[in-house]
């Protein structure tokens, strides 16, 4: 069995919150042990231990799984999972991520899989690890598979254009739609895409910090995905806006690789925090995860969050509530990224025509800034 790293909170006053974040994390791990042929899932037992939870939050996720049909419970045997990779029926959608264990996916993956179920469609997990490469091997794969509805694709490395662009070409020849979520390649825009507002997102966090006074604001973004980018370009022109001058040097970039040392360790933002952002009073980062690990090195070197730095960003996830210091963050209330996504697939594999839609950002104000 495959299992993610998580935090579960059993201080956590939301009971009702806290099964259902277990549901997701416990479901996306059933899909990814499916995909490997493994069906025996853990036990109450097991998985209480391993998330420092209550058998009864354990039981509450299960039977939200069990409903739903991601697992079956068999009297006296234990749990099995009965998503498999390849399920039985043509009623099947590719949803291709760039990495399945990503901090915001299992949410993602829900929403978008309730809505599939209900319609009858069940579906076929990839992962390209942001990697161009395995991108194209799994498009290449499934132009091979006649049982395919729909494709749902988080493009890999969206801030560059992709020279996959002839594989879902082939795709639309074979009227198999094809929908982006969080990102598009610029060289395929005719694509239709379900996309965070980034730009008006960096503006809107830009605007609350110049609210509370703040001048001297930097800021860390994701280098090779589009949304970086975007989120990028809307602070900046909210600081030219404002008559604020611009410091290239505060705004500093990261790409997946880098990823990786961020969340391993502190010496990556140490570097940043030493050389490139000593001397702001605010920082806006390109998600809850990066800022998550900035405070942690930010209180590391004795600075105080949000007194010495204020710090703000995108996703509203769980890492904005379970730290230190509670993270201010732009998050979605209503439309939600996987259900609008699977809605608006599921209309154009009926033939209708849909539009690309950007969701719009909602501040959730916490201590951090």
């Known amino acids: 069995m495959l299992f993610f790293h998580a935090?579960?909170?059993?201080?956590?006053?939301?009971?009702?919150?806290?099964?259902?974040?277990?549901?997701?994390?416990?479901?996306?791990?059933?899909?990814?042990?499916?995909?490997?042929?493994?069906?025996?899932?853990?036990?109450?037992?097991?998985?209480?231990?391993?998330?420092?939870?209550?058998?009864?939050?354990?039981?509450?996720?299960?039977?939200?799984?069990?409903?739903?049909?991601?697992?079956?419970?068999?009297?006296?045997?234990?749990?099995?999972?009965?998503?498999?990779?390849?399920?039985?029926?043509?009623?099947?959608?590719?949803?291709?991520?760039?990495?399945?264990?990503?901090?915001?996916?299992?949410?993602?993956?829900?929403?978008?899989?309730?809505?599939?179920?209900?319609?009858?469609?069940?579906?076929?997990?990839?992962?390209?690890?942001?990697?161009?490469?395995?991108?194209?091997?799994?498009?290449?794969?499934?132009?091979?598979?006649?049982?395919?509805?729909?494709?749902?694709?988080?493009?890999?490395?969206?801030?560059?254009?992709?020279?996959?662009?002839?594989?879902?070409?082939?795709?639309?020849?074979?009227?198999?739609?094809?929908?982006?979520?969080?990102?598009?390649?610029?060289?395929?825009?005719?694509?239709?895409?379900?996309?965070?507002?980034?730009?008006?997102?960096?503006?809107?966090?830009?605007?609350?910090?110049?609210?509370?006074?703040?001048?001297?604001?930097?800021?860390?973004?994701?280098?090779?995905?589009?949304q970086g980018i975007e989120r990028y370009y809307g602070v900046i022109s909210a600081l030219i806006d404002s008559g604020i001058q611009i410091d290239d040097r505060s705004f500093c970039w990261y790409d997946t690789v880098d990823r990786k040392e961020i969340v391993t360790g502190h010496a990556f933002l140490d570097k940043f925090i030493d050389t490139r952002l000593s001397d702001r009073s605010a920082i806006i980062c390109y998600n809850d995860e990066i800022a998550y690990n900035l405070i942690q090195g930010l209180l590391v070197k004795g600075k105080r969050v949000p007194e010495d730095v204020a710090i703000v960003s995108f996703d509203n996830s769980i890492y904005s509530q379970i730290g230190p210091v509670p993270i201010t963050s732009l998050g979605h209330k209503n439309m939600k990224t996987g259900k609008t996504a699977a809605e608006i697939l599921l209309a154009m594999i009926d033939g209708k025509k849909a539009e690309s839609v950007k969701l719009k950002w909602e501040l959730y104000t916490r201590i951090s800034g």
């Open 7 to 226: 935090i579960i909170g059993e201080k956590d006053s939301n009971v009702a919150a806290k099964y259902r974040q277990l549901s997701d994390i416990l479901r996306a791990e059933a899909i990814k042990s499916a995909e490997s042929g493994e069906r025996k899932f853990p036990t109450e037992k097991e998985i209480a231990e391993r998330f420092s939870v209550s058998r009864q939050t354990v039981r509450n996720a299960l039977s939200i799984l069990e409903e739903e049909g991601t697992i079956e419970r068999l009297q006296g045997s234990g749990s099995y999972i009965k998503t498999a990779a390849a399920a039985n029926g043509s009623k099947q959608i590719a949803v291709i991520t760039t990495f399945i264990d990503d901090y915001i996916f299992p949410s993602v993956l829900n929403e978008a899989q309730r809505v599939f179920a209900e319609k009858g469609y069940s579906i076929l997990l990839y992962a390209t690890e942001n990697n161009i490469g395995k991108e194209y091997e799994i498009l290449n794969s499934l132009l091979t598979q006649d049982n395919i509805s729909g494709i749902l694709i988080e493009g890999s490395k969206t801030a560059l254009p992709t020279p996959n662009g002839r594989l879902f070409d082939e795709f639309r020849g074979k009227g198999i739609p094809v929908l982006f979520f969080h990102g598009i390649y610029s060289n395929i825009r005719d694509f239709t895409c379900v996309m965070d507002d980034n730009s008006a997102g960096g503006t809107q966090l830009t605007l609350h910090l110049l609210s509370k006074g703040h001048r001297k604001i930097g800021g860390i973004f994701k280098s090779d995905d589009i």
